[in-house]
């Protein structure tokens, strides 16, 4: 490239993709909690046999609120996903796991369900995960959807105690995630082979589905015809 006065000039070249999952983004946002100004840090991450997700982590130095939400890097999925884990292991704590803010979380045993958008996205481990769910339900007993107090009160001991012992890996369980965006991911530890205790269904989405992921507002076809009509 030639300068004002015909000089040649140093071209910087375009980040590549290589260069923006190494680079760590920083920009000033408020806390969630106090409103505080606080640092996000924005880091683009590739999960090995998975997708690019964006990790988004919050500290805010006044009142030590954190925070760590994940974005799905791409589009919906043309299906959706169902992902079942058979924990049998205490290893099986340690699985990497990413939860869209589109996922549903289901552990039969504890007969227990968490729905889509609750905790948002998370880029964790199984453990964390499950100690995260842990402390929402001591926040709000509510989520076991018992409004008797007194009947509250002691189905949230039992529950608590049966969740810390399939945290504790004293106790075996199912650990299903529903994604109708298919956006989620568990870890298969075998990869690339089968994991014979993790397995992955994939869905065709209902009506319902789509439209709580706002895809039946989305017109994709027809408009050509649209057009000549209106002409």
Do not use: W
């Not at 000089?7 to 993709?17: C, F, G």
């Not at 500290?59 to 589009?75: F, I, L, P, Q």
């Amino acid at each position: 490239a030639l300068g004002l006065e015909g000089e040649e000039l140093d071209e910087k070249p375009v980040d590549s993709a290589e260069d923006l999952r190494n680079e760590v983004l920083q920009f000033n946002t408020n806390c969630p909690e106090c409103n505080a100004p606080a640092d996000t840090n924005m880091k683009l991450v590739q999960i090995p046999h998975f997708k690019e997700v964006i990790i988004m982590a919050t500290n805010c130095d006044a009142c030590g609120h954190r925070t760590n939400e994940v974005k799905s890097g791409g589009a919906i999925e043309p299906h959706g996903t169902r992902i079942t884990l058979r924990i049998t292991d205490p290893s099986d704590m340690t699985r990497d796991i990413l939860k869209s803010e589109t996922c549903s979380v289901e552990i039969p045993e504890l007969e227990f369900e968490l729905g889509m958008g609750a905790l948002g996205g998370k880029f964790t481990t199984l453990e964390g995960l499950l100690k995260d769910i842990r402390e929402l339900v001591e926040r709000n007993p509510f989520t076991l959807g018992d409004s008797s107090v007194p009947s509250r009160t002691g189905k949230l001991q039992e529950f608590l105690g049966k969740l810390q012992g399939i945290i504790e890996g004293k106790t075996e369980a199912h650990f299903i995630l529903d994604d109708p965006a298919g956006n989620s991911y568990l870890q298969n530890v075998y990869a690339p082979e089968e994991d014979p205790e993790l397995t992955v269904e994939r869905y065709q989405r209902t009506f319902e589905q789509n439209e709580d992921l706002g895809l039946n507002d989305m017109k994709t076809e027809g408009y050509e015809s649209g057009g000549a009509a209106g002409r």
